[in-house]
């Protein structure tokens, strides 16, 4: 998995967006935006996309992780209960800008990533220092 580009699966978006943390973008520059980030994510490897990192010296980070779903909020852990999708240990985030994430999980191949919330204000996992 770690060599091959990223593909892109849809069937698992979460489309109840009354949730602060699954508001798919309602704007045309928004969902490009998204898109953008997605086209130019499927030019890497999976290894070049886990290795870009983020944050100054003190906070230095992936970019891109796996976060165990014991780590997220509550509400969020219950809703991926409701998809049917609670079988999952850990989701994958795509940190797009200061505070959006793009949330989801691998299925198949383990290559191919399956969005299910785009998280706008960082809702699903906030930050410990905040």
Partial sequence: MIDQKPAWGFALLDRD???????????????????????????LTWREVRDQM?????????KHKSIPVDHIIPEAQARLAELDLDDFPELFRFRHGNKGRLWGVFVGGHHV?????????????PSKDK
């Fill in 17 to 43: 967006d009354n949730h602060p943390w699954s508001m798919w973008p309602a704007d045309r520059d928004g969902l490009m935006a998204l898109l953008a980030m997605l086209q130019e994510m499927e030019r």
């Fill in 54 to 62: 983020t944050g100054g010296h003190r906070r230095r980070g992936p």
């Fill in 113 to 125: 990533f399956y969005p299910v919330w785009w998280d706008p204000e960082h809702k699903v996992c």
